[in-house]
């Protein structure tokens, strides 16, 4: 069964760090579009970046652009989710997806967050 669990949230003051994790079960993260969204209360879904692991290829929603940095550890089937300079703004409850999905371009996806399968979140604060 595939299934995805996200860890490493928790409060941090603004401009501080925070690396979020998403670990993955029942299928490899090799040939999968993965992603990382948020949800603030009384917002809808928002993108934050995702990743084709099979390539490389990268998107990542102009408000964390230069701050936030995704990447994948095939070996243990983990991806991860680098939050520097965080913000209040950044405050939401932080969710991880992943698809088989091979065709659609990762950006594409992302925007439209194309994604099948998702985790239960973990919820990140920036406050002081």
């Known amino acids: 069964q595939l299934q995805l669990v996200e860890s490493g949230g928790g409060l941090v003051q603004p401009g501080g760090s925070l690396r979020l994790s998403c670990a993955a079960s029942?299928?490899?993260?090799?040939?999968?579009?993965i992603g990382w969204f948020r949800q603030a209360p009384g917002k809808e879904r928002e993108r934050v970046s995702c990743?084709?692991?099979?390539?490389?290829?990268?998107y990542y929603a102009d408000s964390v652009k230069g701050r936030f940095t995704i990447s994948v550890d095939i070996a243990k089937n983990t991806v991860y989710l680098q939050m520097d300079a965080l913000k209040p703004e950044d405050t939401a409850n932080y969710y991880c997806?992943?698809?088989?999905?091979?065709?659609?371009?990762?950006?594409?996806?992302?925007?439209?967050?194309?994604?099948?399968?998702w985790g239960q979140g973990t919820q990140v604060t920036v406050s002081s």
């Open positions: 990743m084709r692991s099979s390539d490389g290829s990268t």
């Open positions: 997806a992943a698809d088989q999905n091979s065709i659609t371009t990762i950006q594409a996806m992302c925007i439209f967050m194309a994604f099948r399968s």
């Open positions: 029942g299928f490899r993260l090799d040939n999968y579009a």
